[in-house]
């Protein structure tokens, strides 16, 4: 079993930044490939960023490529995820999960464990 918590989120001008944390505990952290994912109201659950177990590669959507950057920390059993250049359209509650092994995928459906969520608000 994994805990996934997620913070950092808030309100925010576009244009700025903002750096979500997701701290986990349970299980050897460095045996999952871990995501970012977002939902805004009324949309479908979107891939956002991936990183692998050990960081050495990362994947990113189209829509926030350049602007966005996935990175972990094992020694302190967090993911984070620096947002920069943010658009209105960026607005969602940003999830965390995690996916046991090698695997790294952009499939939602296929993660395995998830955090609650954090709320980013961008103003135009």
């Known amino acids: 079993q994994v805990q996934l918590v997620e913070s950092g989120g808030g309100l925010v001008q576009a244009g700025g930044s903002l750096r979500l944390s997701c701290a986990a505990s349970?299980?050897?952290?460095?045996?999952?490939?871990m995501g970012w994912f977002r939902q805004a109201t009324g949309k479908e659950r979107e891939f956002v960023a991936a990183?692998?177990?050990?960081?050495?590669?990362?994947y990113y959507a189209d829509s926030v490529k350049g602007r966005f950057t996935i990175s972990r920390d094992n020694a302190k059993n967090t993911v984070y995820l620096q947002m920069n250049s943010l658009k209105p359209e960026d607005t969602a509650v940003y999830y965390c999960?995690?996916?046991?092994?090698?695997?790294?995928?952009?499939?939602?459906?296929?993660?395995?464990?998830w955090g609650k969520g954090t709320l980013v608000t961008v103003s135009s």
């Open positions: 999960a995690a996916i046991l092994g090698a695997t790294i995928t952009r499939d939602h459906s296929r993660m395995d464990y």
């Open positions: 349970g299980r050897t952290f460095s045996s999952y490939g």
């Open positions: 990183i692998s177990r050990s960081g050495g590669s990362t």
